[in-house]
């Protein structure tokens, strides 16, 4: 339980999902560097290399293992030279002294360019691929010409164990570079998705706000002109056709007037959410303008209508507020001809109400009419 907190913990602290690829990518490269050289180091010493040889190995572990538990700032800015040094250094010095081209050492410095290019961007990255490639080319020619100066392995057992000791430790590390490039993309996908759910989120919460009235929360003028379009379009049912209520309350510039406009916002609202619950799902009621709403009524034959605005003017005569009032609301029934547009039906309902209004207030008027 304690070694696997304790993993837990240096995992998170060098792999963690709060850090980036290439801070996690440099992290293995250190982490690498510094168990590579010291199993280099002991191979050295089972093969019977010159001590001396590890000398440049123990710099490098100690290197590594320094950089890694340094302050993480000056970590940062540590890490890039080391990576140089690894590469035109560490590596070279390596490959002189393991057996040149017939060594192990190309497979790390594959395992080197392949951090390189990770961790570099742009046309330092570019610089420094090109450097590695003249350098060993030049290691190549020079072991061609004089190949005294490179050590070459005793027997075939050293060769063997080796070859055995690189691909490994090239193979683990390539694999959790690559692991830990793999989780990286998954977590930017991951991310990437939740971003882009979060933005048709917000996209739909302001298309929602676009379309509602800031103060009552239902709908707003443009939202009711574009439904009534829609409506209109479709309203070919002569038996159930599309019903308009324009309704106006009675002497609100009064209530305003008397309680000033944060009451009378109060009364809108109440009122709003009163009408709401007198009609069917799918009606739409928006505020038009003050205190001024309409409702659409689709597919709703006029009786049917009729008895929806009386429910609602009976509801509106019952509320009740802080303040001593009455509040009633005037009511224009128009039905909308299949020939109407927009401006005319409402034209037709707003007349209606004029009527309501013109006959004494509190009241329901139809454009047609009705066998109740």
């Given at each position: ?17 709060h850090l980036p690829f290439e801070t996690r990518t440099t992290y293995t490269f250190l982490i690498g560097t510094f168990v590579l050289s010291i199993l280099s180091a002991a191979e050295n010493i089972v093969l019977g290399i010159s001590p001396w040889h590890n000398m440049m190995q123990l710099f490098t572990a100690f290197a590594c293992g320094y950089t890694l538990f340094y302050p993480k700032a000056p970590r940062e800015k540590l890490t890039r030279p080391l990576l140089l040094f690894f590469t035109f250094v560490f590596l070279p010095y390596c490959f002189v002294f393991s057996a040149g081209i017939d060594g192990t050492v190309l497979l790390f410095v594959i395992l080197g360019m392949y951090i ?257």
């Amino acid at each position: 339980m304690v070694l696997r907190q304790l993993y837990t913990k240096i995992h998170g602290h060098f792999f963690g999902d709060h850090l980036p690829f290439e801070t996690r990518t440099t992290y293995t490269f250190l982490i690498g560097t510094f168990v590579l050289s010291i199993l280099s180091a002991a191979e050295n010493i089972v093969l019977g290399i010159s001590p001396w040889h590890n000398m440049m190995q123990l710099f490098t572990a100690f290197a590594c293992g320094y950089t890694l538990f340094y302050p993480k700032a000056p970590r940062e800015k540590l890490t890039r030279p080391l990576l140089l040094f690894f590469t035109f250094v560490f590596l070279p010095y390596c490959f002189v002294f393991s057996a040149g081209i017939d060594g192990t050492v190309l497979l790390f410095v594959i395992l080197g360019m392949y951090i390189d290019a990770t961790i570099f961007r742009g046309k330092t990255r570019v610089v420094i691929l090109v450097l590695i490639v003249l350098l060993f080319s030049s290691l190549f020619v020079s072991q061609y010409y004089f190949p005294q100066l490179f050590e070459s392995y005793t027997n075939n057992s050293d060769r063997l164990a080796d070859y055995i000791f690189s691909f490994a430790a090239t193979s683990v590390a390539l694999f959790w570079m690559t692991r830990s490039f793999t989780y990286a993309y998954e977590l930017e996908r991951r991310n990437s998705g939740k971003l882009l759910k979060a933005l048709e989120e917000n996209n739909q919460k302001l298309e929602e706000l676009s379309i509602r009235d800031p103060l009552t929360g239902i709908f707003n003028r443009r939202h009711l002109m574009d439904s009534l379009t829609l409506a209109l379009e479709s309203n070919h049912d002569n038996d159930y056709p599309l019903c308009i209520l324009m309704m106006d309350l009675d002497f609100f510039k009064v209530v305003n007037d008397t309680y000033g406009h944060g009451f009378g916002n109060e009364v809108l609202i109440a009122f709003a959410g009163t009408s709401a619950k007198c009609l069917r799902e799918y009606d739409v009621l928006a505020r038009y303008g003050g205190e001024e709403f309409v409702v659409l009524l689709p597919v709703c034959k006029p009786r049917h209508a009729y008895y929806i605005a009386q429910r609602i003017r009976k509801q509106t005569e019952g509320l009740v507020f802080r303040n001593p009032i009455n509040i009633t609301v005037s009511i224009g029934l128009a039905i909308a001809q299949q020939s109407d547009t927009p401006s005319i039906a409402l034209e037709r309902a707003d007349h209606q109400l004029y009527l309501s209004k013109n006959n004494g207030r509190n009241q329901v008027s139809c454009s047609v009419v009705l066998n109740l």
